[in-house]
């Protein structure tokens, strides 16, 4: 529950601090996924167990998951450098928003150095966007860089170190 407020107080203070102005002509480049927070990213060491455990709570089927796709297909970059980190992905499709479970293995990401400096928890929240380079540009001008960015199936995604100034990790998520 620690945990929980921090995540719902910065978001929103990533709406106010990224939304329009009031009163003021909407903007399309600084608009931050129509202030829908599509998924919630779960750092855990043991995706078979957690994926029960969640299950279980939410009184739902347990998810299968799937490893992320390799660094050829997956083009993935970790602080500017090429990494062959992978991960297990298990999904719970609730209600209103995405549960992701992560294990990642032991190379270089975002999701490691999560869970070996934090541990297991909440890793991320995610929003679902248009204009990855003008939304990730507009994030740097603001002081959160990118962590760390790839491909998937479909589409692409970007981590962003929101950590200084909303004490959290955000997922952008581009869809094709």
């Known amino acids: 529950m620690k945990r929980i407020l921090p995540v719902l107080l910065s978001i929103s203070a990533l709406s106010f ?4 102005k009031a009163g003021a002509a909407e903007d399309p480049p600084e608009l931050f996924g129509q202030g829908s927070v599509v998924q919630v990213g779960v750092v855990v060491k043991d995706i078979e167990k957690a994926s029960a455990a969640y299950a279980d709570f939410l ?19 970790f602080k500017g450098k090429p990494s062959p980190a992978r991960a297990k992905l298990a999904f719970i499709e609730l209600k209103n928003i995405t549960l992701e479970l992560i294990e ?12 070996d400096t934090k541990g ?3 890793h991320h929240i995610a ?21 760390q960015k790839g491909d ?12 200084a100034k909303l004490g959290l990790i955000l997922e952008l998520l581009e869809n094709f």
Do not use: C, Q
């Open 152 to 163: 998937y199936e479909g589409g692409r995604y970007a981590y962003i170190d929101a950590t």
């Open 59 to 77: 009184g739902v089927v347990a998810p299968k998951w799937s490893w992320t796709d390799a660094e050829d297909k997956a083009h993935t970059r």
């Open 120 to 122: 297991e928890g909440v």
């Open 104 to 115: 990642p293995d032991r190379n270089p990401s975002t999701w490691r150095e999560f869970l």
């Open 17 to 20: 601090s990224l939304g329009s």
């Open 127 to 147: 929003f679902e966007i248009k204009g990855m380079d003008d939304k990730t540009a507009l994030l740097e001008k603001k002081a959160m860089p990118l962590l």
